[in-house]
């Protein structure tokens, strides 16, 4: 699957003309959200229409009703699915919650290319996520550089040990995400962080990422030393996503939830 949606992304990518229209938006800093966390763990919220492993996730979908509700449960930052063929997201669902939010703003995307990072800055993205398992270290690196110096942040992905080495040998990123899914065959499991994140040179901000559906999921990615999660499924799939939020966290219980 990793391999079609990168193949897909090379064709869009020989049709993608920038334009010149940036959007004007104020800035928020991913990395300062996450160290200065709303709770005792960080929290990116997701917006993922559908998803390659499990197929369409919510079918009332409004990104602004969805980023608000968010926003209300206070999350430290929101992630916005751009790729429109296998998550059925949109550029315009991105610029359109940065308008509607003052939080920090993550593209979800599959980057190869430097072109793509120069439209993250045009539609409003405070970040940029850059996946170690579909690119080289060093070509990973001049992402990295090239999107910092764009004033853009960038979390950086990784699933194997082997690739967190890999991008680490060269430069060590203010943001590790670690997948717990396995994009190859979407085996998910919360355990991968504790083995990955024995690995994460000190420094680095931890987020454990997929699959973390429950409080105990939480607890346990916080034990492992974790500073933030990023969730979306276990959000997309409530009708009230931002009672989802406080729910996991314990903030309220369920039957409170359904009123
Ligand atoms: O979500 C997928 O099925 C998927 C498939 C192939 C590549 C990436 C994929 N997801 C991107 C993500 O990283 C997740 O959306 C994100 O970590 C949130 O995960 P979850 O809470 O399990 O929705």
């Known amino acids: ?29 991913l990395y300062q959200a996450l160290t200065n966390a709303n709770r005792k763990i960080g929290l990116i919220a997701e917006i993922k229409k559908a998803s390659p492993s499990k197929g369409v996730l919510r079918e009332q979908f409004s990104p602004v009703v969805i980023a608000s509700e968010y926003m209300n449960a206070n999350v430290d930052a929101i992630s916005v699915l751009t790729d429109e063929i296998f998550f059925q997201g949109s550029n315009d669902f991105l610029t359109i919650v940065k308008e509607n939010v003052n939080l920090p703003v993550l593209r979800k ?4 290319d430097s072109k793509q990072i120069i439209q993250s800055v045009h539609i ?20 990295y550089l090239q999107a910092y110096e764009l004033g853009l942040e960038c979390l950086v992905e990784v699933h194997s040990s082997q690739t967190l080495d890999g991008i680490c040998k060269l430069f060590q990123p203010e943001i590790i995400g670690i997948n717990n899914r396995n994009l190859m065959t979407f085996e998910t499991n919360i355990q991968h962080t504790k083995e990955i994140i024995k690995n994460v040179p000190t420094g680095s901000i931890v987020v454990s ?10 607890e ?34 369920y039957e409170a939830s359904q009123k």
């Open 124 to 143: 409003g993205a405070d970040a940029i996520l850059l996946i170690g398992e579909i690119l080289e270290p060093t070509e990973l690196q001049d992402f």
């Open 1 to 29: 699957m990793l391999n079609r949606i990168v193949e897909q992304k090379k064709l869009e990518i020989k049709n993608l003309t920038l334009t010149n229209t940036e959007q004007k938006v104020q800035k928020k800093s």
């Open 109 to 112: 995307d599959f980057i190869i």
């Open 209 to 218: 990422e997929s699959g973390i559906q429950h409080y105990h999921d939480l």
């Open 220 to 253: 346990s990615v916080l034990e492992f030393g974790a500073d933030a999660v990023l969730i979306g499924e276990a959000f997309m799939r409530e009708d009230k996503p931002g009672n989802g939020i406080k729910r996991l966290f314990g903030e309220i219980d």
